[in-house]
């Protein structure tokens, strides 16, 4: 390459000096100095008539700048870390429910009759948003929901004595790794702005996000003193978690 630099030079030298001559014979003025073009090289070696850290005007033209920068729409941004941020909110509520309801500081009776509450608010909720609303509709809904809490109802004691012959420090240190695993896992796109005609298909990491939500509740919940305070609870916590 260095040589090859050096003959490029020479060849470049001895063409300026026919210049020259060629010049001179015909009277032109005075000599003018000649210099080669200044290439962009990388390993080209220094180039006759330029100091070794020259650069001229085009040696920047070919830079790209921001070439794989993503225009966001601000209103999108908005929405998604809106989403993100309420249900993190949702989590917290969740948690420091749990909290008070092992400090026995709220009874399994208000916690039921706010589970209750919750699903006569979802139900006017749904009367309002579903258009056109049928009796058929709302009788699967009632169908569906009755089915849940009575098998969630029957599987209350065996919940309420399952982890009896775990302590209860695994109990703590396995729900908050479950909460972090359903955080993680959670997809938060339930609540943001879809296209038209999206698909709405569960993800395998939103089932798992789910599974690992209910078996924190479970832990939680058998440390709780009655299986009445396991029943509100799991209720609780898989109205706004699931």
């Not at 100095?33 to 008539?49: D, F, L």
Request: net charge positive.
């Amino acid at each position: 390459m260095v040589r090859r630099s050096s003959s490029f030079g020479i060849t470049n030298q001895i063409l300026c000096g026919q210049d020259i001559v060629a010049r001179s014979m015909k009277g032109v003025g005075n000599p003018i100095s000649c210099r080669t073009k200044w290439r962009k090289v990388a390993y080209g070696g220094m180039q006759p008539g330029y100091d070794d850290n020259y650069t001229d005007d085009s040696f920047l033209e070919e830079m790209v700048m921001n070439a794989n920068v993503v225009k966001r729409d601000f209103l999108r941004v908005m929405v998604d870390s809106v989403s993100i941020s309420q249900y993190l909110c949702i989590v917290a509520l969740v948690v420091s429910t749990w909290t008070h309801t092992l400090n026995l500081a709220i009874d399994e009776i208000t916690l039921l009759k706010f589970d209750i509450g919750l699903v006569l608010v979802g139900f006017l909720v749904l009367l309002l948003t579903t258009s056109p609303f049928s009796l058929k509709l709302l009788s699967k809904y009632v169908l569906n929901i009755s089915f849940f809490t009575s098998g969630l109802y029957v599987l209350a004691p065996i919940c309420h004595t399952l982890t009896r012959s775990i302590s209860s420090d695994s109990i703590w240190a396995l729900a908050v790794f479950l909460l972090l695993v359903h955080l993680f896992l959670h997809d938060y796109s339930g609540s943001t702005i879809r296209p038209p005609g999206a698909l709405n298909n569960p993800k395998l990491t939103s089932n798992i996000s789910l599974n690992a939500s209910i078996v924190a509740s479970v832990l939680v919940a058998s440390r709780l003193p009655s299986w009445l305070h396991v029943f509100a609870i799991m209720l609780f916590s898989l109205q706004h978690q699931g």
